[in-house]
């Protein structure tokens, strides 16, 4: 029997962007994230969801095995670490703002430098419980392997990526969207993981051209602020208030884009990808359960049809 119809598209738009984000986070190539959420989806088509307890639930454990398949088939092509400053210079003041979207690679070496350091089964149990806040008994189900083996691998890579001066960058980035860091008091926590479920809001909300949802997501106060590159637009442009800064987003990143987050230090990171090509940059300011603030940075001159 197999999931058709309405049904299989009113799953696809609450859950795809969820899972694209997820396997990026893992893989850290968008062509890769979108090919097994794509696949995932596919397996989920041969189903009958309406079997399934958690939807999300079955898509996460296919997903994260998925990626585990492609992470230990690419174990011979690893990539070599990146520059440990790119991280911090797709966020700095001082790096012109078109470095910041025209450089893809870039962004894949920053992400490479770090996912590299962690083997397969480690890169899966640390992103999961780390920055999806799943626990370990979910995760099990994807590695095959027992919880408790699967927090000590978590722990591994935290080790791992805390050990040196480009892994404290991450870690640092990181904290301030889910609080890695297993020290880190109740507070702050719970705080991270409220940011966490406010950004995977925010990419469902954009991704799919819901202006309503993306309302709920924004404080009535917001604002934005966006820099075009390559001189074809007037830069910087503000625009301040929830109504007037959610249609400006959903105008450059609606419908037919694909967001993921990013782990940029002391913010909140969304890349934006058109067509697998990365064209824009937003930067989150968070207060509480709300986006307050947006700077966003696009380049229009990558085709959008």
């Given amino acids: 029997m197999e999931t058709h119809g309405d049904q299989f598209t009113a799953l696809w738009d609450a859950h795809r962007a969820y899972m694209v984000d997820l396997a990026f986070r893992m893989l850290g190539d968008i062509a890769d994230a979108e090919d097994v959420a794509q696949e ?57 703002p ?30 999961l419980h780390d920055v999806f806040a799943l626990p370990f008994e979910e995760i099990a189900a994807i590695l095959g392997r027992p919880a408790g083996t699967c927090r000590q691998l978590a722990r591994r890579a935290r080790t791992k990526i805390t050990g040196t001066t480009a892994g404290r960058t991450i870690a640092a980035a990181e904290r301030a969207v889910v609080g890695a ?12 993981s409220t940011h966490r479920a406010v950004l995977d809001r925010f990419i469902a909300a954009c991704s799919g051209g819901d202006l309503n949802a993306l309302l709920t997501v924004l404080a009535p106060d917001a604002w934005g602020s966006a820099t075009f590159v390559a001189g074809s637009l007037p ?71």
């Avoid at 989806?41 to 997903?63: H, I, M, P, Y």
């Avoid at 095995?65 to 797709?90: H, Y």
Wanted: glycine fraction near 6%; aromatic fraction near 4%; hydrophobic fraction near 45%.
């Fill in 98 to 127: 078109a470095d910041r979207v025209t450089l893809d690679d870039h962004v894949q070496s920053a992400l490479a430098m770090v996912l590299q350091r962690l083997n397969p089964p480690e890169r899966v149990a640390f992103i």
């Fill in 235 to 305: 830069t910087p442009q503000h625009t301040h208030g929830a109504t007037a800064v959610a249609s400006n987003l959903l105008s450059y990143f609606g419908s037919g884009t694909t967001l993921v987050s990013h782990p940029a230090p002391a913010t909140v990171g969304v890349l934006a990808y058109h067509n697998r090509a990365l064209y824009g940059m937003l930067m989150l300011t968070m207060r509480g359960d709300r986006v307050a603030g947006i700077e966003a940075i696009v380049d229009p001159t990558i085709p959008m049809a």
């Fill in 40 to 96: 995932a989806f596919l397996r989920l088509s041969r189903t009958r969801a309406d079997e399934l307890n958690n939807v999300r639930g079955w898509l996460t454990v296919v997903t994260g095995r998925l990626c585990l398949d492609l992470m230990v088939s690419a174990r011979v092509r690893r990539e070599q670490p990146g520059d440990p400053e790119l991280l911090n210079s797709m966020v700095s003041p001082s790096v012109d």
């Fill in 181 to 192: 860091d297993p020290v880190i008091d109740a507070v702050d926590h719970a705080t991270a």
